[in-house]
């Protein structure tokens, strides 16, 4: 099936599109807690109101030698239905490409990825190309301070001015021949979403930002919604799973989900 | 001790600015090789060769849970006195970035790291300034065909008209206030090179793409050699790594090995 029918298809099912970032920190875990029962603990609680989970591997990575087979552990608890976004950043050149691709469509056994798009379509083709039923998120407006370092600088493409990160945007549609493309683009940046959303109508928004890192959820449903199911879809992590440090942890992470998930809809064009 | 001492250090003891990509595919290995044993067959043949090594962790990664093992356990079996540079590409917003400088600089002990720009600086300063005496090389001009989707297109810094990969340039002379900061620059681009190193002298430059991917040697030397020792180190992998398939691999892998430094050796400046 591809990458966004499966996420349509979720998205229905749980009247969400909130997707839960599955970046298990042990500074702020419950202490003692394990990972790979945290993340179930995490899962069973909210399993009925995402529409996708997003595991950072860059916190499985931090535990060495066991984070990946935690990671591929937790990725094979995950009810089959909910698409499971790797959020990798990567890019190298393309046999090393191939090699990430490898290792996070086949071993992990992810359906999608997020990529940085600096080394260009070469380096993102082994995996939207390479895999036509998966799903590829490209860096494109990020969430932190220091993305308009380079993302705001003013570039020309196709005789048109826009920023770098617009740029990112109508190449990224070039290269969508196979409808498996979508872009992150963050939170915290409404008045860039907006502007994306009004150049690229059709093309799916990942986006994380909300809650610790300040975004408003009602500016970036304004902002960002398109007339797809899979228009945007909304990242929390920390607001959500570690809404407790107590054992109460999970539930309290259902309330965060549940709550975030109303708020979300208040405002969603529901299809 | 600081990255780029210990880097002169060796280029010093084996007279070699040569890094060695340790990137094991099994595609190209001997038929039934293991990867810990190819990898240390290869240390054990060049060690006397080589300014660094260089694994890019996509290969171990490809490898399943198995691979950060292998990856630790090859570092591990580096002789102390080489430095090692995880070619790593990370890039995400600050506190995910230190749990990748923590995984790579922690855990696996690589001296260095290669990071990607797109994100801006508070995504590069965890591994910076966060980890002194660590190395960390910036992705600049890379050297794979889609380079020039993005690094090629022409913006303004400080009033100044330059390509984007200038501008990554530009900006990481003023983020390397504890001198621990390098560019990538691909050998394939020796133009490109050339106009780097005139504008930034003193900058230490990894060049990959020579061997396989077409760079030639004295085009690079003579577009990046600075008056440092450090100035310039060149990556090969496939080339040596894969000089045979047969049971005589590290044999043909130390002949690859000192006929390119020799070859370096005859362009370079040496102080």
Partial sequence: MKFFTKLDACIKKNNSILCVGLDPDPALMPPNADILSFNKAIIDATADMVCAYKPNLAFYEAEGQRGWNILKQ??????????????????????????????????????????????????????????????????????????????????????????????????????????????VVGATYPAE????????????????????????????????????????????????LYASRGMDFAKAAAHAAEALRQEINLYRLVS
């Fill in 74 to 183: 937790s990725i094979n608890y995950i009810p089959k239905y909910i698409p499971v976004i790797a959020d990798a950043k990567r890019g190298d050149i393309g046999n090393t490409s191939k090699a990430y691709a490898r290792a996070i469509f086949e071993d992990l056994g992810a359906d999608a990825i997020t990529v940085n798009p600096y080394l260009g379509f070469d380096s993102i083709e082994p995996f939207t190309n390479g895999y036509p039923d998966k799903g590829v998120f490209i860096l494109c407006r990020t969430s932190n301070k220091g993305a308009a370092d380079f993302q705001s600088l003013s570039v020309t493409i196709s005789g048109i001015e826009m920023p770098l990160y617009q740029a990112v945007a109508h190449k990224a549609k070039t290269w969508n021949s196979l409808n498996n493309i979508g872009l």
């Fill in 193 to 240: 979403m907006a502007r994306l959303r009004h150049a690229h109508p059709g093309v799916p928004f990942l986006v994380p930002g909300v809650g610790t890192q300040g975004g408003d959820i009602k500016q970036v449903l304004e902002a960002g919604q398109s007339a797809s199911d899979h228009g945007i879809i909304i990242n929390s992590s920390r607001q959500i």
